[in-house]
């Protein structure tokens, strides 16, 4: 007999992966991100305000990050630096050197470092999710979330056992939606998960329709390339 293979699923961080909620929340995020823009633009270009006011362009950029698409991050960036720069020339011209080119400076390498840091994190993020769906055969319960404790990845097996499918799983807090419960203090489990990168332990989750289980449980942390934690994937084993 041929092995039983599961249909291919869109990434979770894929446009299609997301519920209608989710794409709401994407367009929510771009259209908060554009009216910064331009409030920033407006208060950079048409006051007399001191310091380096287009350096919250950051922000914006941020905001499009919680998107955790590439375009959106480099749209956001250019749009950012862009009227930073035409302001300035606008203003000050190509042979003025002074206090102002400073501060526009300061402010086209904040933007520029906030962009390329979002980019990696994006970057990271997906690639520990593409790796997690080759784990889509196991008959362990998997998931991927991220440090704030959203989920990100959720293999079939935990569709199967927790009752909630990917699009519905993907973005809630894992804690919340699965009740879970520890054998000790939340703090000393995140202590230890920081400390040695792993943790493993039993603990106990409900299912949507309120099974309790019996888990063993393994954590995994997954740090960027500058060392700081990430995301966490979690293998459970039902062992009630």
């Known amino acids: 007999m041929s092995p039983i293979s599961r249909p291919q699923r869109p990434s979770p961080l894929s446009r299609e992966a997301l519920p209608l909620q989710g794409r709401r929340s994407l367009i929510l995020m771009r259209v908060s991100a554009a009216a910064l823009m331009l409030a920033i633009f407006l208060l950079d270009t048409f006051t007399t305000l001191e310091g380096a006011v287009a350096v919250l362009y950051v922000v914006a950029v941020l905001l499009v990050a919680r998107t955790y698409r590439r375009r959106d991050i480099v749209i956001a960036a250019i749009a950012g630096a862009a009227p930073t720069l035409i302001a300035y020339v606008d203003t000050h011209g190509l042979d003025h050197v002074g206090s102002q080119t400073l501060r526009a400076f300061v402010s086209l390498s904040a933007i520029g470092i906030a962009a390329l840091l979002a980019l990696r994190n994006q970057?990271?993020?997906?690639?520990?999710?593409?790796?997690?769906?080759?784990?889509?055969?196991?008959?362990?319960?998997?998931?991927?979330?991220?440090?704030?404790?959203?989920?990100?990845?959720?293999?079939?097996?935990?569709?199967?056992?927790?009752?909630?499918?990917?699009?519905?799983?993907?973005?809630?807090?894992?804690?919340?939606?699965?009740?879970?419960?520890?054998?000790?203090?939340?703090?000393?489990?995140?202590?230890?998960?920081?400390?040695?990168?792993?943790?493993?332990?039993?603990?106990?989750?409900?299912?949507?329709?309120?099974?309790?289980?019996?888990?063993?449980?393994?954590?995994?942390?997954?740090?960027?390339?500058?060392?700081?934690?990430?995301?966490?994937?979690?293998?459970?084993?039902?062992?009630?």
């Open 123 to 240: 970057s990271a993020m997906r690639t520990l999710s593409d790796q997690a769906m080759l784990l889509d055969l196991s008959h362990d319960m998997i998931f991927v979330r991220d440090i704030a404790g959203h989920i990100t990845f959720w293999n079939p097996a935990a569709e199967e056992s927790y009752g909630w499918p990917l699009p519905e799983a993907v973005g809630r807090r894992a804690d919340e939606l699965l009740h879970t419960r520890y054998p000790q203090p939340r703090e000393e489990v995140e202590a230890q998960l920081l400390a040695t990168g792993r943790w493993e332990g039993t603990l106990e989750q409900t299912t949507r329709a309120g099974v309790a289980l019996l888990l063993d449980s393994r954590w995994v942390l997954q740090r960027d390339i500058h060392g700081r934690p990430q995301s966490i994937m979690e293998t459970h084993t039902d062992v009630t």
